[in-house]
């Protein structure tokens, strides 16, 4: 299986923060990487796919970068709806599918 | 807009089947361009892939599941389901269904999530 460890586990980080969550996978996965927001209780939502591409109708505050096995999602100012718990997910093959154990951001 | 809809027992046995049915509106299950797929979350804890249907019905799984899941489509339902066998409390979870692209691409539409609980 495809390892993939996030970190940090938790990030405190006030409205306005540049804030970035990153993702490494235990071989290269090229760009096959997205990431996810989840809130309590709902589904996740993709945010980033292939890496560096912004999904339609996801504010242009969110951002991806990285490729092989180093990647990061960038806030580039937090906003109040921001505050969520995010996950990476990589889909380079079915080895299997694996996700993130997750980052889940607070408020300061 | 494609919607996704799990519906299913949100109560199941110890040792017994966890059936689930993933109801899709606003697009054709026979797309030849996507794939159907199951992940579960654990309450308080992270999202496990269980296993995806694509067009021509090849199924992928999580080898770690392999040997109790099967998924299959109902094309006259626009409809596939899950079936995890021989459970047991650590499956107790909230269980989506959701839509990738065929090839490489992430899941993209899920549904709201449905919780079952394994207990006697």
């Known amino acids: 299986d495809i390892q993939m460890t996030q970190s940090p586990s938790t990030l405190s980080a006030s409205i306005g923060d540049r804030v970035t969550i990153t993702c490494r996978a235990s071989?290269?996965?090229?760009?096959?990487l997205a990431w996810y927001q989840q809130k309590p209780g709902k589904a996740p939502k993709v945010l980033i796919y292939?890496?560096?591409s912004l999904e339609s109708g996801v504010p242009s505050r969110f951002s991806g970068s990285g490729s092989g096995t180093e990647f990061t999602l960038t806030i580039s100012s937090l906003q109040p709806d921001d505050f969520a718990t995010y996950y990476c997910?990589?889909?380079?093959?079915?080895?299997?599918?694996?996700f993130g154990r997750g980052t889940k951001l607070e408020i300061k | 807009q494609l919607q996704l809809q799990e519906s299913g027992p949100g109560l199941v046995k110890p040792s017994e089947t966890l059936s689930l049915i993933c109801s899709v509106s606003?697009?054709?299950?026979?797309?030849?361009?996507?794939?159907w797929g199951w992940i579960h979350q654990p309450p308080g804890k992270g999202l496990e892939w269980i296993g995806n249907?694509?067009?021509?019905?090849?199924?992928y799984y999580n080898p770690s599941l392999k040997s109790r899941v099967a998924i299959s489509v109902d094309t006259s339902k626009n409809q596939f389901s899950l079936k995890l066998s021989s459970v047991i409390a650590a499956d107790t979870a909230v269980y989506y269904c959701?839509?990738?692209?065929?090839?490489?691409?992430?899941?993209?539409?899920w549904g709201q999530g449905a919780l079952v609980t394994v207990s006697s």
């Open positions: 959701a839509r990738k692209p065929y090839s490489y691409g992430p899941f993209n539409y």
């Open positions: 606003g697009a054709s299950i026979s797309s030849d361009n996507h794939c």
């Open positions: 249907i694509c067009y021509g019905g090849s199924t």
């Open positions: 071989q290269s996965i090229s760009l096959w």
């Open positions: 292939d890496a560096s």
């Open positions: 997910q990589q889909y380079n093959s079915y080895s299997p599918y694996t």
